[in-house]
C-alpha cells in the first residue's frame, strides 16, 4: 500500500542502479518489500476485477444479498474473494506499518501501533474468512438470526462512511484553498522536489483511505450472515447522495494506487523507469482520471 520515502520508493535518485532500495534491506524487510510487490502485481488482477464488476458493470448499491448469494453460490468466486481479501488486507496492513514506522517516533507510540496493526489485521482476516466460508444463503434469507434484526449495526456502519466522507470533503476543500492561496504568493505548496515526491504522497493517502474502505467493507460484508434485511440495509447506504461521491473518490484511488504501483515496479526492475518518472507520473495521473470517468458516469447517472 504505502512505499517508504519518496526518495526511495517513488522518486528514484537518478543514478541508482537497477533495483530498488528494499532489494538491499535485510531479513523480514526484504520479504515484506517483495510481498509488497508480488501482492501489488496480483491485487491489480484481482481488485481490479472485483471493481470492474461492482463500480462499472453494477453499481455498489446493487450489490445486495441476492448479488452475494449468486456469486457465492460458486466456489471458485469464494476462492477469488478469500484471495482479495487476503492479499489486500495485509497489503494495506503492512503498508500502514511504513506509516507508524515513519510518524509514530517515540518508542512505546510505535510498539503500540505495530501492535495495534498485526491485531488488526489478523482480526478481520478470521472475520472475512469466516463470512466467505460459512456463508450459507438458505439460512440467512430465513431472516432468523440473532442478530439479524439489529439494524442498528448497519446504521453504525453507515455513520462512519458519513463521518468519514465528511472530514475527507472538508479536507479536500481545505487543501485546495491553501494551495490556491499559496501559488497566489508565488510559493511552491508541499514539496519543491520532483514529481516522484508527489507521488509518493498520493500513494500515501490513496493507500490508507483504500486500507479505511476495505475494514468498513469487511465488516459491512459480514452482515450477510446475520440475515438478509440487515445486509441490504447496509447497501442501501452507497446510495445516498452523501456517499455517492466517496464511491467515485474509491475507484480513482483503487485506479491510482494500481498504476502507480506499477510504475514503482518499472523503477524497481528495470535499468529506465527513473529516468522516465516525470512522465510516467504524468500518464498515471492522466490514466486515473481517464479510468475513473466511466464509473463516475454510471454511478452518478443511476444514483443522483
Known amino acids: ?127 472475512g474468512t469466516m463470512t466467505i466460508f460459512t456463508f450459507d444463503a438458505a439460512a440467512v434469507e430465513a431472516n432468523t438470526g440473532p442478530l439479524s434484526d439489529a439494524l442498528w449495526i448497519a446504521e453504525a456502519i453507515g455513520l462512519s462512511l458519513y463521518i468519514f466522507a465528511v472530514v475527507t470533503y472538508v479536507s479536500i476543500v481545505l487543501l485546495v484553498v491553501w494551495v490556491i492561496r499559496t ?40 452482515l450477510v450472515g446475520l440475515g438478509r434485511e440487515i445486509y441490504d440495509v447496509s447497501v442501501e447506504y452507497y446510495a445516498r447522495p452523501v456517499l455517492v461521491p466517496m464511491e467515485i473518490l474509491l475507484v480513482g484511488a483503487v485506479i491510482y494506487h494500481s498504476l502507480n504501483g506499477i510504475r514503482v515496479m518499472t523503477i524497481d526492475f528495470t535499468g529506465w523507469g527513473h529516468r522516465t518518472e516525470k512522465v510516467s507520473f504524468a500518464v498515471v495521473l492522466i490514466l486515473s482520471i481517464l479510468l475513473t470517468l466511466p464509473s463516475a458516469w454510471l454511478i452518478f447517472r443511476a444514483e443522483l
Open 183 to 222: 501559488l497566489l504568493r508565488g510559493e511552491i505548496p508541499v514539496y519543491s522536489g520532483g514529481p516522484g515526491q508527489y507521488a509518493w504522497a498520493l500513494h500515501r493517502a490513496t493507500g490508507i483511505g483504500i486500507l479505511f474502505f476495505l475494514l468498513v467493507h469487511i465488516v459491512d460484508i459480514s
Open 1 to 127: 500500500m504505502n512505499e517508504r520515502k519518496g526518495g526511495q520508493v517513488s522518486s528514484a535518485a537518478e543514478s541508482r542502479a537497477l533495483g530498488g532500495a528494499g532489494i538491499a534491506v535485510p531479513g523480514s524487510e526484504r520479504l515484506i518489500w517483495y510481498f509488497m510487490r508480488i501482492s501489488g502485481t496480483l491485487l491489480i488482477v484481482l481488485a481490479g476485477g472485483h471493481l470492474f464488476i461492482t463500480h462499472y458493470l453494477n453499481l455498489p448499491s446493487q450489490t445486495t444479498f441476492s448479488f452475494v448469494a449468486a456469486r457465492w453460490a460458486n466456489p471458485y468466486w469464494r476462492t477469488f474473494d478469500w484471495l482479495l481479501l487476503m492479499l489486500a488486507l495485509w497489503h494495506g496492513v503492512l503498508g500502514l506499518r511504513y506509516s507508524i514506522q515513519d510518524y509514530l517516533r517515540a518508542p512505546a507510540a510505535r510498539t503500540l501501533g505495530l501492535g495495534l496493526m498485526w491485531a488488526l489485521g489478523i482480526v478481520f482476516l478470521a472475520l
